[in-house]
């Protein structure tokens, strides 16, 4: 059986995206193809060197990097033990999986949090010319 690694962003619902990849999956694994869903959080990598990124203030997400080996060592794990979905840290999992089953609570307070992030890297680049103007 050979393995198939989707590496995904967990930001945009690993739920959804795990729902129709486990239908193609199906398909696949009828060719000898086994899909593999991965959603780190935030990883450490050359992308956040970056002067806009540098710029920024801090943020406490900012603690939480994982480095690439932890990534590798899930993928790995995920593909011997056969598991389709795996969400790095363990706790943005359970937070995915709180907010499927309960929108109507989670929805709210996750716009708010994006909205004021929003706000904030504006803010914070509001004099380097990198944000567009608010109309």
């Not at 989707?6 to 000898?32: A, C, K, N, Q, T």
């Not at 193809?33 to 997400?61: K, M, N, Y």
């Not at 598991?83 to 708010?112: C, E, H, K, M, Q």
Request: charged share 25%; proline share 7%.
């Amino acid at each position: 059986m050979r393995a198939l690694v989707i590496v995904h962003d967990p930001g945009s619902d690993p739920v959804l995206v795990g729902d129709r990849l486990r239908h193609h999956g199906f398909e696949l694994r009828e060719v000898g193809i086994q899909v593999h869903l991965v959603c780190p959080g935030r990883v450490e990598t050359a992308f956040f060197d970056h002067e806009t990124f540098r710029r920024r203030p801090h943020r406490p997400e900012t603690e939480r990097t994982l480095p690439i080996e932890a990534v590798s060592a899930a993928i790995v794990t995920a593909v011997e033990r056969g598991r389709f979905l795996t969400v790095l840290p363990r706790a943005l999992g359970l937070a995915i999986w709180a907010r499927n089953v309960a929108p109507w609570l989670f929805d709210p307070l996750l716009g708010r949090l994006l909205r004021a992030r929003v706000r904030e890297v504006r803010a914070s680049s509001a004099g380097g010319g990198d944000a567009p103007e608010e109309r």
